[in-house]
């Protein structure tokens, strides 16, 4: 009889994972999309180095701000650097971007003068330091601007362009080798023969979700439910791969035969196989030359869901990054009783209003763990923790957010 553990102890396991050191790449900043920064990047510059003005307008000594005219002495575009000063009585029109000139203060907007040939009247005041742009407004010399751990993205990009950096070191994405096991599962396109076979949805769900949560992928499509066809696959996939996924073949059925693989044929290290969730219980996680195999159900639901909280985590780490499940709190629209001594994943719709989130069953289908559909449109899972009291409508329930995985 297998010894079934409890969610919480199968992360605190999943985490303790001894994972090979990350190695990192040099990439042009816009291939670094979506991947993780390796170093800290810190400004070796003011942002702007000098004032700067934040409008077209006129730059005065903000003493004159009452004056009945000012002399306009100069023009300042944007991008040159004007040599004459802004003393008492005088003005330089200034552009938005260009250097406030020496001894100016205050930009005063060109909406709110009048001009007369060669002076203006001021006909709206500013306050002191009007549209002029600190020293550092953007950021200041030393400033750590991103953290090592970040997953770059279009802020990232625009910084690391405006300090002139044109390639990062990232990590090298880990890379996930995902394979569906099953004589009853048809690729996309393979042609069916009798009416007990379906169409495998798994390998790509996984494959979809991985990739888009930051991993390299190695499709290794379906493979038949016999030791030798499993076997060939696991080994063949643990050489190329740092995670092997698998779907199908882990619970009791004569035909379960990956969980057999796993232990009796790779002897690979089992770290756990059963664990009181729902769905998912008998995902089987282990080790076999310091790469960790990831053997989830067969059922689509199960499979999918099991992959979020199991696989991605485990991407998450390899990347070093600061990413981490969505888990936020929402409002329950209905009472919920505990069914199971087991942590339960149930999906439901999530909306976003009156600054909360809120969720509802409407048009969730009930029945097994095979109901992949109930992850369309805007979806997210309840979590009941098995030791949880039963949910009350209207209580702050714990929620992943579906949506965000993308
Ligand atoms: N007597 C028992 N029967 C079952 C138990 C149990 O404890 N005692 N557990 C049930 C639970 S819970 C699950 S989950 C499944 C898991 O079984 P397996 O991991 O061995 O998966 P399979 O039997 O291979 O498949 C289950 C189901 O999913 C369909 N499937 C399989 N592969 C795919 C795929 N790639 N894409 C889409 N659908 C797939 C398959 O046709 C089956 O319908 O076991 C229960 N039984
Ligand atoms: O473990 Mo199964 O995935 O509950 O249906």
Request: charged share 25%; hydrophobic share 40%.
């Amino acid at each position: 009889m297998r010894e079934f553990i409890n969610y919480d102890k199968s992360i605190e396991i999943l985490n303790k994972i001894k994972l090979n050191k990350a190695t990192t790449e040099k990439k042009f900043i816009i291939d670094a999309i979506g991947k993780v920064i390796a170093n800290d990047v810190i400004a070796d510059h003011n942002s702007p180095e000098l004032p700067t003005s934040g409008m077209d307008g006129y730059a005065i000594k903000f003493d004159d701000i009452n004056n009945e005219s000012i002399k306009i002495i100069d023009k300042n575009p944007a991008g040159s650097v004007v040599e004459s000063e802004v003393i008492n009585g005088v003005c330089i029109k200034t552009f938005t971007g260009s250097l406030m000139p020496q001894g100016s203060d205050t930009l005063v907007p060109i909406e709110n003068v009048e001009v007369f040939e060669d002076t203006i009247k001021i006909t709206k005041k500013v306050p002191f330091g009007f549209a002029t742009r600190a020293i550092g407004e953007n950021y200041a010399k030393d400033e750590v601007l991103i953290k090592k751990g970040t997953v770059i993205g279009f802020a990232e990009v625009g910084v690391l362009a405006s300090l002139n950096i044109a390639q990062i070191n990232v990590i090298v994405n880990p890379t996930v080798a995902i394979a569906s096991t099953g004589s009853e599962i048809l690729d996309l396109g393979e042609v069916q023969t009798n009416e007990a076979q379906i169409r495998s949805s798994n390998h790509l769900t996984i494959e979809a979700l991985c990739k888009t949560n930051g991993a390299n992928t190695l499709q290794m499509g379906i493979v038949e439910d016999d030791i030798e066809s499993i076997t060939n696959l696991l080994e063949t996939a643990l050489q190329k791969a740092d995670i092997v996924v698998t779907t199908g073949g882990v619970s009791v059925g004569d035909y379960d035969f990956v969980q057999d693989v796993i232990k009796d044929k790779l002897q690979a290290e089992v770290l756990f196989h059963g664990v009181t969730i729902k769905p998912g219980m008998h995902i089987l996680v282990a080790i076999k030359d310091g790469k960790t195999i990831i053997a989830l159900p067969g059922f689509a639901y199960s499979s999918t869901v099991c992959a979020i909280l199991y696989v991605l985590p485990l991407i998450y780490r390899f990347r070093q990054s600061n990413e981490a499940l969505p888990i936020v709190k929402a409002r329950i629209n209905e009472d919920f009783p505990r069914k199971m001594p087991k942590t339960v994943f149930t999906a439901c719709n999530v909306e976003y209003t009156n600054n909360e989130y809120k969720i509802n069953f409407d048009g969730k289908k009930k029945g097994t763990s095979a109901i992949l559909t109930n992850m369309l449109e805007s979806p997210a899972l309840l979590i009941q923790k098995e030791d949880s009291e039963d949910i009350k409508k209207d209580d702050l329930v714990d929620i992943l957010l579906l949506n965000q995985l993308k």
